[in-house]
């Protein structure tokens, strides 16, 4: 043994033209000293393929190490060194490119770098980053624990599906007279007496999006027929439109799509146009989700999607189950489940007896007696739903809620707006509710609200504009009558 | 013809004076513009202080002319039984709190405020003879007038009570019998005097 660690040192001797081997970044700069822990990881590497009877190369790189360190006198070739050149050897050889980034880093960030198991497009836009960006070795370490990578393609994936609702523009839907939403917030909620048709906005694009996925005029069957949608007085008067018209701008080039709808109530003729598009697709009819958790009514006859929550939210179990396989999002909603509802410990999809999936809340008090089905409280059940819906995809959603704050007591209220703009904010959905409730509204700034009345039949809506609350607190400004349309019941 | 906003306690109030027969009432014999969107709620006396200047400034960018206050003078005797009484539920003292808003020149330069103490709104339903409600003495000193009216209509509700009466009631005469009523309704015409 001791002569062939006498023969790796001899060999070592000719690595370098200087007598000293001095591996440090700071005299010699990154460069040629990685080039030279790359030489040795090499020259290890091979040395090790020759002696293939060596035995248990730990422990020779270990007796290796201390005979270098004292002829050499450099902490720089400790046994942790030396595996981590030999590594360092490993993951660059057939990497001309990356190497050449590896060799600008200092040692410690390469380190960093050979400490996980990345693979090569991994490794390549970690080093390209911490060049570029001067990562430290910590953020290094934290970019790599946290899936940096991972984010980085997510990022792009939603680049390309990021859009920007520019403008929602319906006319004769059913109380929908005239309705203009120009420049809308990411988060707007619809605020207004019962009955003042701020479910006919949603139902309008979800009809919208129907009638883009069915062909001929089957959409009108779905939503009830023709004399049910189109607007009574326009019906009567027999010589209008039925128009609903969404104009969207997609990723960073703001690339403008209009598509929408105009059915001729004269001829009976409905006309699907797009303008920026040749035809719908995926990206357009996959983000759009309306959901009314435990609204059976609203659920009928509505086309049901596998793989996305349905409007009553009465596939939820499967949906969840889906998510949950990933741990990251996982985490995430059940750390929003224990913020909103603190006594809950855990939420967890499982088989019963007969081998349904079901949603399964298990609470701090009673670890062992979790609650299935109808003993899940309303609150919950709908939390969990709400979460389901943002998670569901990986890309940006538009997504109308109806009436979130069912069961919901009014601080978690309070605490629903801003996990809706983070929702908005992360994963770039839009979201819109419609809602009743003064706690909710009492968190919105004055774009993120519109107003909704009806006059004479027809819905109106007034989005408030900055100032419009008067320094009152939301709610109150609208129950006192202050915000332009009113949207109060008497 | 002259603008007109109201600042009002409660819903019963707002629903009389934004119904057609008041509106019109105020439109065609006093020639007065007003409407559903100039009459604001406080919803509650101490909100009425809270936001007295935010329900002025919002009446201010409609452009009107002259804003009412309409304050429930409501029961003291029971305010004072009711453990929970503090000053801001006082009516007298939100009326010098909001008269001190009002004649401060560098927070409300507006002088076109009125303030009208009225004992409940309903005891202008007592004092309109026409409504045919029962009560003994001056409907303005009466105390719950309220609760008078609730019984004769058979309700808790004082949303049903206003939607009821909304069609019949008639401010000149609850102001025969009603002080406050009265002086309601001068003041309307004075200020419509005032400008033509």
């Known amino acids: ?490 | 013809m002259v603008k007109v906003g109201f600042i009002v306690e409660g819903t019963s109030d707002f629903i009389i004076l934004k119904s057609d027969k008041f509106q019109n009432f105020l439109k065609y014999e006093l020639g007065i513009e007003s409407g559903e969107s100039l009459i604001k709620i406080a919803r509650s006396r101490a909100n009425l202080k809270k936001n007295f200047v935010s329900l002025v400034r919002n009446l201010q960018n409609e452009n009107v002319d002259y804003i009412f206050t309409l304050v429930d003078q409501d029961d003291k005797e029971e305010q004072r039984k009711n453990k929970g009484y503090r000053p801001p539920d006082c009516p007298i003292a939100i009326v010098s709190e909001i008269k001190k808003f009002r004649d401060n020149k560098n927070y409300i330069f507006e002088k076109n405020i009125f303030i009208i103490m009225t004992r409940e709104m309903e005891a202008w339903f007592l004092a309109d003879e026409n409504l045919g409600i029962n009560y003994d003495g001056d409907p303005d000193i009466i105390f719950n007038p309220s609760d008078i009216v609730a019984n004769h209509l058979k309700t808790k509700s004082h949303v049903k009570i206003a939607n009821r009466l909304k069609y019949e009631f008639s401010l000149t005469r609850a102001a025969e019998n009603s002080k406050s009523a009265k002086r309601f309704l001068n003041k309307l015409k004075q200020i419509t005097n005032q400008s033509s």
């Open chain 1, 1 to 490: 043994m001791k002569e062939i660690i006498k023969e790796f040192v001899d060999g070592f001797k000719g690595l370098t033209k200087d007598p000293d081997i001095e591996l440090s970044d700071k005299t010699f700069g990154n460069h040629s000293s990685n080039m030279l822990r790359f030489k040795i990881g090499e020259y290890i590497t091979k040395f090790v393929i020759d002696k293939i009877k060596l035995g248990d190369i730990d422990s020779f790189l270990k007796d290796a190490s201390n005979i270098l360190t004292k002829t050499y006198q450099d902490s720089g070739l400790s046994h942790t060194n030396l595996n981590y050149f030999r590594k360092f050897y490993k993951k660059y050889r057939n990497q001309p490119d990356l190497a050449e980034k590896a060799f600008k880093l200092s040692w410690s960030h390469n380190v960093a770098l050979l400490k996980d198991k990345l693979n090569d497009d991994e490794r390549n836009y970690y080093l390209n980053r911490a060049i570029a960006d001067n990562w430290s070795v910590k953020e290094i370490e934290y970019q790599i624990k946290n899936d940096g990578f991972d984010s980085f393609l997510n990022e792009i994936e939603q680049t390309n599906y990021r859009f920007n609702i520019k403008a929602l523009r319906i006319k004769n839907y059913k109380s929908l007279v005239n309705i203009n939403i120009t420049e809308p917030t990411r988060l707007l909620v619809f605020a207004g007496a019962n009955a003042s048709g701020k479910s006919n906005i949603f139902e309008a694009v979800e009809f919208l999006m129907h009638s883009a996925m069915t062909t001929g005029t089957i959409a009108f069957n779905i939503f009830g027929g023709v004399e049910n949608i189109v607007n009574f007085k326009a019906l009567a008067e027999n010589n209008q439109f039925l128009e609903i018209f969404l104009d969207l701008s997609f990723g960073k080039n703001n690339h403008n799509i209009r598509f929408g709808l105009k059915y001729d109530i004269k001829n009976k003729k409905l006309i699907r146009e797009f303008t920026g598009i040749k035809e719908l697709d995926e990206k357009i009819v996959d983000s759009f989700s309306r959901i009314f958790i435990d609204n059976i009514k609203r659920a009928e006859n509505k086309l049901k999607i596998y793989n996305k929550l349905w409007i009553d939210a009465s596939n939820l179990s499967s949906i969840l189950k889906t998510i949950f396989k990933d741990e990251k999002k996982k985490e995430e909603i059940i750390e929003w489940i224990q913020i909103l509802i603190p006594d809950i410990e855990k939420v967890s999809i499982e088989k019963d007896l007969s081998g349904k999936e079901e949603l399964i809340v298990y609470e701090k008090s009673y670890p062992d007696k979790p609650f299935t089905g109808n003993l899940i409280s309303e609150g919950t059940h709908n939390i969990i739903a709400l979460l389901t819906l943002f998670y569901q995809a990986d890309k940006p959603q538009f997504v109308c809620v109806e009436e979130p704050e069912t069961g919901l007591n009014p601080a978690i209220l309070s605490e629903l707006i801003p996990f809706l703009r983070e929702m908005t904010e992360k994963y770039n959905h839009h979201i819109w509710i419609t809602t009743h409730s003064a706690s909710l509204v009492a968190e919105l700034s004055e774009k993120e609200l519109i107003i909704v009345n009806k006059k004479n039949g027809a819905t109106q809506t007034n989005q408030c504009k900055e100032g419009d609350f008067e320094k009152m607190r939301p709610d109150e400004a609208w129950l006192s009558n202050m915000l332009k349309g009113g949207g109060l019941p008497w």
